[in-house]
């Protein structure tokens, strides 16, 4: 979901979202894509497209594993009625995560 809201330029997503046409939206929005290409078919991936994803992924990670701590530990399943309804349980779930990371620093920090 792309968020008007939002006023960081980039859009990360894996290569499942690179097609023509949210390509085009996000040229005509004023929006850097940051999306994942694809491997040729038949071929190897050329080495400067594997390097660019890598590091694309090394900045995804970081919020795709938020994601999946929030799914696996929180039992994270957003199925409700309405986007308000999904931003609040969503907003509980960034909420609980956050006072999760505090607790860990917090008590690295008393341990040394």
């Excluded at 980039?10 to 979202?17: F, G, I, L, P």
């Excluded at 085009?24 to 080495?47: C, E, F, T, Y």
């Excluded at 929180?74 to 199925?79: K, M, N, P």
Aim: hydrophobic residues 40%.
């Amino acid at each position: 979901m792309v968020s008007t809201d939002n006023t960081a330029s980039d859009v990360w997503a894996d290569s499942a979202y690179r097609f023509k046409r949210n390509e085009k939206w996000l040229a005509d929005n004023m929006l850097v894509s940051q999306i994942h290409r694809r491997k040729p078919k038949g071929k190897p991936m050329p080495q400067a497209t594997a390097r660019a994803n890598a590091k694309k992924s090394s900045i995804r990670a970081r919020v795709e594993h938020v994601f999946a701590h929030q799914k696996n530990c929180y039992g994270l399943f957003i199925r409700t009625i309405g986007l308000d309804r999904a931003e609040a349980k969503l907003t509980l779930a960034n909420l609980a995560y956050n006072f999760d990371r505090l607790i860990f620093h917090e008590r690295k920090n008393a341990l040394g």
